[in-house]
């Protein structure tokens, strides 16, 4: 059979994506021809990796790639989040037009599998690693089911390497890979405990590297950078950056030292360097050794869920690992063994106010952070803050297409959803703009770094950047005054300092901008045509929600 794995895109008039690398990936790599983006969700090469011999499979990412509905296709199968479910169900839907027979899986289809069930043949809830095979052969034996349950947790440690040779593997700025699934943790606006379960299971060490070993064998890298930690020694730029999806790479830290210790080894033998970035909450923060061991095995960037500095917001989100008062010392904590730290926050917490953006701003301020993804509190299917907010009746949009993490699509408890959609608005304006991240990033200079660039291949990447960057503008990805500042930047970020995070904050920010500006004209021209809430309606509103006192003050 012939057989097609389809990562839809984002639909129509959602917003610009923030892990878009359209910008960041052409500036940082020098690829200003190339439509680039962060990577593509895993599931699909593992798919791939797992289908039966005898079939021959292609993976599309609408990303970076168009869907060939003319194709001689066999079978289709789809994946999707949420707010890609519009999108893959008019792929579905086209394809099922055709005749050709449709499967979609992944989280959406998990947690709403009968509204999925109404556009595909067939429908699979949970992780479909072991079940997959059953249903390529059901398939080709024309027995198709309209259901497939995965009965259990896959054992991850007995997957193969994802077939990442089957994928636009020149359009990514990293490769995503795990080295671990679940979560023990069961925040209350998270679907990753519904979908993978609590208990963490664990690919082997030497598992994770062969998956990378296999990665190297797609790309070659001719950059070389300084390894501080070996006397400023010149190596080999690994062929490609790595993004460990797990969930808290440090759930297991015995396992996490390990993995570690096996990819300082694979360096060592190959004379690379490699670079990585991965999830933990904030506690490993607190944690030297672990620290040190993923600063030695080439970790850049340790994504963090801070999510609130408030105690209270917290405690509604069942986020009991943090506490807003360490989160000044672990962010120079991380950045003291010289890697850096990627801040989520969000907003519209249950106990959030009309003024959580500016606490949120002062918090970046303060700290210098760079790296920040700001969230709009959603609601999505099969969370607890789902059931919650549909049985107070607070949900007040079911296009999933607006559920991306950047659109407002239920009513908070202590603001309007209009006050919560002005105050992202300004915290993107305030927080992403070109000048102030700028500043944040040269602040964050003094601290150690283990990748630096010599003076030769950074005068190179000026020059890149630069023809980048104006080549950018003339096809309208970057505004003239923007392109200006960019410029303006360039000799101090490439000459002055021979950090290549630098760098790649330089080329971030002109990313970021962006999306500041796409995100400003579109949430400008949303509030513009809504009307303002009124005191009463929003008195009427905390009290129905059974606040009482304070948050009636606070209104």
């Not at 990577?39 to 990796?49: F, H, K, V």
């Not at 168009?66 to 086209?94: H, S």
């Not at 949430?523 to 509103?541: F, G, M, Q």
């Amino acid at each position: 059979m012939r057989i097609l794995l389809v990562n839809p895109d984002n639909p129509a008039g959602s917003g610009r994506d923030l892990y878009t690398a359209d910008l960041y990936g052409a500036l940082c790599l020098g690829k200003p021809f190339t439509n680039m983006y962060f990577g593509i969700p895993l599931g699909l090469p593992t798919l791939a990796a797992v289908t039966p011999p005898g079939h021959q499979v292609e993976i599309v990412d609408e990303a970076v790639q168009k869907v060939d509905f003319d194709g001689n296709w066999d079978l289709v199968g789809i994946t999707g989040m949420t707010f890609k479910a519009p999108r893959a169900y008019e792929i579905a839907d086209e394809f099922r037009r055709r005749g050709v027979p449709v499967v979609m899986g992944g989280i959406h289809a998990s947690m709403c599998p009968d509204e999925a069930a109404t556009h595909v043949d067939s429908v699979v809830t949970g992780e479909a690693d072991e079940i997959w095979p059953d249903i390529v052969r059901d398939a080709e034996a024309g027995r198709l089911q309209p259901r497939y349950q995965a009965e259990s947790a896959p054992d991850i440690s007995r997957l193969p390497a994802p077939r990442y040779d089957l994928t636009a593997q020149d359009h990514y700025l990293m490769f995503y890979l795990q080295t671990t699934r679940g979560c023990p943790h069961n925040c209350e606006f998270c679907t990753v405990t519904r979908f993978n379960g609590r208990r963490l299971r664990k690919k082997t060490p030497e598992q994770v590297v062969n998956e990378i070993r296999e990665i190297f064998k797609l790309r070659y890298v001719p950059l070389r950078m300084k390894d501080d930690d070996h006397g400023g020694e010149s190596k080999r730029c690994a062929p490609a950056a790595f993004f460990f999806t797990d969930d808290n790479f440090a759930g297991s830290r015995s396992h996490a030292l390990a993995v570690c210790k096996a990819l300082e080894k694979l360096q060592d033998e190959e004379g690379i360097l490699m670079s990585w970035f991965t999830q933990v909450t904030c506690k490993v923060g607190d944690d030297d050794e672990l620290l040190e061991a993923m600063r030695a095995a080439g970790c850049r960037c340790l994504f963090m869920g801070f999510e609130s500095v408030s105690e209270e917001t917290l405690k509604t989100m069942n986020k009991s690992m943090n506490s807003p008062e360490d989160y000044d010392r672990i962010i120079d904590n991380v950045r003291a063994h010289g890697m850096e730290v990627v801040a989520s926050v969000i907003l519209g917490g249950e106990s959030d106010r009309h003024d959580v953006g500016e606490q949120l701003e002062e918090f970046v301020r303060r700290n210098n952070i760079f790296y920040v993804l700001p969230n709009v509190m959603t609601p999505y299917p099969g969370t607890k803050l789902r059931e919650k907010i549909e049985a107070q009746g607070r949900i007040t949009c079911t296009d999933h297409g607006r559920y991306n993490i950047r659109n407002v699509v239920f009513e908070p408890a202590l603001m309007s959803g209009r006050d919560l959609k002005k105050a992202y608005l300004k915290f993107c304006e305030n927080t992403l703009s070109f000048d102030g991240l700028i500043e944040r990033a040269w602040a964050t200079r003094k601290y150690p770094r283990r990748h630096r660039v010599s003076l030769p291949w950074r005068l190179l990447l000026l020059l890149v950047f630069s023809l980048t960057a104006i080549w950018k503008t003339l096809t309208s990805k970057i505004t003239p005054a923007a392109l200006l500042k960019a410029l303006r930047a360039v000799p101090r970020f490439t000459l002055r300092n021979n950090s290549f995070m630098v760098y790649e904050m330089l080329c971030a920010a002109v990313d970021y901008d962006v999306f500041a500006r796409s995100e400003s004209a579109r949430l400008r021209a949303e509030i513009a045509s809504e009307a303002p809430v009124s005191y009463d309606s929003r008195v009427t509103k905390a009290m129905g929600t059974g606040y009482t006192g304070e948050a009636l003050g606070e209104i």
